[in-house]
């Protein structure tokens, strides 16, 4: 029997971005003692990948700007798929979770009479996102790791992997993590644990997301019995790097093109007004007039159509690309250099300046950027109680990327840093409340020996499979069957090859000792990898609608009864269960509001 350390916690948080940190800090407000496990080193999160804003309707831009309005576009723009109630606590609790951030510290850009500047973003109505030039991302995370540092009960394992949730009679009772630098292993019980680690985007070549975004929480969470929500929907930002290859998908955030920035294709053409839904602009504009500029390309009749849901850029650049007039590179042209004068474009844009001077050898205040579709958020995940952020399982809860519900069928920018910093403070605060009530677990030490066996197998010595094939092969299958389009046909090739690459699981082969191995590493990796992946592409068959993130070719309309349909991946005997769940019915108020073309 391999020799583990044990360690003892009422709440166990699993993930170190902004939601897992914010949770830590309410735990430890409630009184909890608090274990925060980090994939990485602390501070290193990919919550420093969005970089454009936090939205919250602060109104300090724009007065008429308020939380009803707020959740109305957060409703539209996840394609009414959205929890409503989630939008709803959402949208009003953003505020206060930003002004909180100002009080601990965060440095926001100003308005000229001091108050906290907002931007434009793509579907928000009025300026909304909070931010720190285009480091917004990078403030937070700083601001809220500086809290979680000097907060009493917290204790942080750093570079350490979740591999296995202990759960005896539908309830998290503890979890074994392993140290990624000597490869010792550790045994955490807790009353209650939280999941906060992000998206799947590394099952796929071209994404914007860092190397630990590799399904952990959803698979620790299916494997455990906990509800996947939402899986098919898949969020392709617009504007990724397109060259060099070393940083195709690196991110190009949305602030570009809420400074002013537009999308040109190769004949110099503003091609995004081709592409404005005429439902959303009669909707959106406050007269016939308006909408008609609007679709006629008149510029300035409302904001620039490459501030449109991402859902509808993103395609709009691939048919772009698909007709031939494309970039060099397979992209189109993101300009600002022609909009901007250099001064303002450094003092607001000073990360993308330096990203592409730096990578791509481009001054963006000269010359267009070339930029294209990227793997960039997972609107799906662990299936959440919106007032708790509980899961399916007692005593599991989740919050961030790994959490579904708020974001529907697509994520409207800026939404994802508030919602981190709101359903983190309600995760922490729920998990810290659940676990002063709980009684005193011990986890068995079958279960232990079982997982630590399953930790340990790649080692054993008659295994053949290369973990950096696979690895490949998998990103090959996703992008091609369950990519940015879809359809029936494909899609069932894909979970065939999806189910076969399972089976062959049991056999990925780790050459080397346990201390810093990246090979190993991707072993435990892949296999998470490869149960959300499957989750993703069962999801997407049984939605047989285009919708937000999640385009089928064979079904390129809205379906109305789907569109009052979660999708639900549950773990049974067999394998995956695919289940259709009524969603939740918003109060008529709140409905008519929604449904109102003008606010």
Request: aromatic share 6%; with cysteine.
């Amino acid at each position: 029997m391999e020799d583990y350390e044990e360690l003892k916690y009422d709440v166990l948080v699993i993930g170190a971005g902004a939601a897992g940190m914010r949770a830590a800090v309410a735990a430890s407000d409630e009184g909890a003692k608090v274990c925060l496990v980090s994939k990485s080193l602390l501070g290193k999160a990919h919550t420093v990948m969005a970089e454009g804003g936090a939205a919250a309707a602060l109104g300090n831009a724009d007065s008429k700007d308020n939380w009803k309005v707020h959740f109305r576009d957060t409703i539209k723009g996840g394609k009414k798929l959205n929890n409503w109630r989630m939008a709803q606590i959402h949208a009003q609790q953003a505020p206060e979770r930003i002004m909180e951030l100002e009080r601990w510290g965060a440095v926001f850009d100003r308005t000229k009479d001091g108050k906290i500047n907002q931007r434009n973003f793509g579907g928000h109505r009025y300026p909304r996102l909070a931010h720190v030039g285009d480091r917004t991302g990078l403030e937070i995370i700083r601001t809220v790791q500086d809290k979680v540092i000097h907060q009493e009960n917290i204790d942080i394992l750093m570079e350490c992997t979740v591999t296995k949730i202990f759960a005896e009679n539908n309830q998290a009772i503890g979890a074994l993590a392993y140290y990624r630098n000597n490869g010792k292993l550790v045994v955490i019980e807790a009353k209650a644990i939280i999941v906060s680690t992000g998206g799947i985007g590394k099952s796929y070549r071209i994404t914007s997301n860092s190397w630990e975004y590799t399904g952990d929480g959803h698979a620790l969470a299916y494997l455990t019995g906990a509800d996947l929500q939402d899986m098919e929907f898949i969020q392709f930002h617009p504007t990724g790097m397109v060259w060099p290859p070393s940083v195709k998908g690196t991110l190009v955030t949305e602030g570009v093109r809420g400074e002013g920035g537009i999308l040109l294709n190769n004949k110099n053409e503003r091609f995004m007004f081709n592409y404005i839904p005429e439902a959303f602009a009669a909707e959106t504009a406050k007269s016939e007039k308006e909408a008609n500029d609007w679709l006629n390309g008149v510029e300035g009749a409302m904001r620039p159509p490459e501030l449109l849901t991402r859902d509808v850029v993103a395609k709009a650049i691939m048919k772009e690309v698909e007709a031939g007039r494309g970039s060099p590179h397979g992209g189109v042209f993101l300009d600002i250099a022609n909009r901007r004068d250099a001064d303002y474009i450094k003092k607001k844009l000073p990360s993308m300046y330096h990203q592409f001077k730096e990578l791509g050898d481009l001054d963006i205040t000269k010359e267009p950027m070339e930029v294209g579709p990227t793997v960039h958020y997972m609107m799906g995940g662990i299936r959440v109680d919106p007032e708790t952020s509980s899961s399916t399982i007692e005593g599991m809860y989740s919050a961030g990327e790994s959490a579904a519900g708020l974001h529907g069928a697509n994520r409207l920018g800026g939404n994802s840093l508030s919602d981190l910093l709101v359903f983190g403070n309600i995760a922490g605060y729920s998990a810290a409340n659940f676990a002063a009530k709980c009684e005193d677990l011990t986890i068995h030490k079958s279960a232990i020996e079982g997982a630590i066996e399953e930790t340990l197998k790649s080692f054993d010595n008659d295994n053949t499979e290369d973990p950096y094939k696979m690895h490949a092969e998998l990103q090959d299958i996703m992008e091609k069957h369950v990519g940015i389009v879809r359809e029936e046909k494909s899609l069932e090739e894909g979970i065939q090859k999806l189910k076969n690459m399972e089976k062959r699981l049991e056999k990925l082969k780790t050459t080397g000792g346990r201390e810093y191995n990246p090979c190993w590493h991707l072993c435990l990796d892949l296999k998470n990898m490869v149960i959300t992946s499957l989750a993703v592409a069962e999801a997407a068959k049984e939605r047989r609608e285009s919708r937000g993130g999640h385009t089928r070719l064979d079904y390129p309309e809205y379906d109305e009864i789907l569109g009052n349909l979660n999708i639900i991946i549950r773990k049974g005997p067999e394998g995956i269960n695919v289940i259709k769940s009524d969603k939740d019915k918003m109060p008529d108020d709140l409905s008519d509001y929604v449904a109102k073309e003008a606010v």
